[in-house]
């Protein structure tokens, strides 16, 4: 089996994360909108910034094919935030 369908990609996991900013922020009994407001407007520069979510051989799962101690890193860095937005909101 080949390892990137295995293996979570960074556009995948970031879109997650997106999904869960819009999915807290639209919580009646979520707290700090403000603080998230401001974390996901940095977020989506970040991902803007980096091309995330850029088309297919611009985007940064392609640029870090051959880099994949650097890709492993955003996933885990991608994670933590994915988990922070979920601890938020349970």
């Keep these: 089996m080949d390892q990137e369908t295995t293996e979570p990609n960074i556009f995948a996991v970031a879109n997650l994360c997106s999904d ?4 807290y922020l639209a919580c009646p009994a979520s707290t700090q909108k403000d603080v998230t ?10 991902a803007a910034y980096t091309g995330v979510f850029a088309s297919p051989g611009t985007s940064l799962d392609d640029r ?15 994670h933590m935030v994915q988990r922070n937005i979920q601890s938020g909101m349970y």
Excluded: A, Q, Y
Aim: charged share 35%; proline share 0%; no cysteine.
């Design 20 to 23: 869960l900013f819009t999915e």
């Design 37 to 46: 407001e401001e974390l996901r407007s940095r977020f989506n520069l970040w």
């Design 64 to 78: 870090l094919i051959f880099h994949e101690d650097v890709k492993r890193m955003v996933l885990k860095l991608l």
